[in-house]
């Protein structure tokens, strides 16, 4: 069976923007680094001009206009700000691809995100690396895209229910597009922690030893699938998940569906703009 990271031979790789690289190195800090989080981002103007943009859309609803950097960072929070600053850097070093809908994309990468940070703070994980790679795990597709633009017909086609993705993509090239992500975020010299999760999380429960991120990577994926291409009641939306995999990860499916947060505070911010 071919593996994700001879798939990546002779691909050009994006280059992860100095910025990214400094935001994703303050995540390793207990306390959030103010100056450190301002510094990096202030060093790219254009990226500074974009958080001002986005903070000033509806989903904050702050009660004056934000004007600079710092009114920012006040007004939405420090780690609301490195949030969105991570995710612009992302989407702005990856070209669209034929035949993947770039909105939809990047919609259902900030879904998995928030989906994947909700699960770890109700678990007691670390929500900022929980987050991060609820982002980027999709990333595998825009490089499949890439070397094999003849598989994304197959891989999208409609019907697409929760799941069918990465099933397609294992039953086509041998591996999921997480784990074409998981050899990228080895180059990019990512934490160990976070690429043994991004090359668990299309069978979690297949792995020995279970990875807890890789398993709430995999509930993260299912419930922004759901929420954005098949939406059910909470109730459904959570009774339809893998019984085995919410057992091993010890999620109450009650409290889940009294809590389940809807698909759409996560994906009213276009970080594209």
């Known amino acids: 069976m071919p593996m994700a990271s001879e798939f990546l031979e002779n691909v050009q790789l994006p280059t992860m923007p100095d910025v990214a690289k400094e935001l994703i190195a303050t995540m390793r800090d207990e306390d959030i680094p103010f100056e450190k989080v301002r510094a990096a981002i202030s060093r790219d103007p254009a990226l500074t001009a ?9 989903r904050f609803g702050l009660p004056r206009q934000v004007a600079s950097l710092d009114d920012a960072i006040t007004m939405t929070g420090l780690n609301q700000v490195r949030t969105l600053a991570l995710a612009a850097c992302m989407s702005g070093v990856f070209k669209d691809a034929e035949g993947v809908d770039a909105k939809a994309f ?43 633009p003849e598989q994304i017909p197959a891989i999208e086609q409609l019907p697409r229910h929760a799941g069918v993705r990465w099933e397609r ?29 991004l090359e668990t999380a299309d069978d979690p429960l297949e792995h020995r030893p279970f990875c807890r991120l890789g398993g709430i990577l995999h509930v993260a994926m299912l419930l922004a699938e759901i929420g954005l291409e098949e939406p059910k009641s909470p109730a459904d939306t959570i009774a339809s998940l893998p019984e085995e995999l919410k057992r091993t990860l010890q999620l109450d499916s009650e409290w889940l569906a009294e809590h389940l947060p809807p698909v759409a505070n996560f994906v009213d911010v276009d970080i594209r703009s």
């Open 169 to 197: 993509e294992r039953s086509l090239l041998g591996f999921s597009e997480a784990q074409v992500t998981a050899a990228l975020a080895r180059q990019w010299r990512f934490p160990d922690t976070l690429v043994r999760a």
């Open 50 to 58: 974009k958080l001002i943009r986005l903070a000033n859309s509806a």
């Open 106 to 148: 990047w919609q259902e990468s900030m879904a998995i995100a928030g989906y994947a940070q909700w699960l770890a703070r109700t678990l007691g994980s670390d929500v900022q690396q929980s987050w991060l790679a609820g982002f980027v795990v999709r990333l595998g597709e825009l490089i499949i895209a890439q070397k094999a």
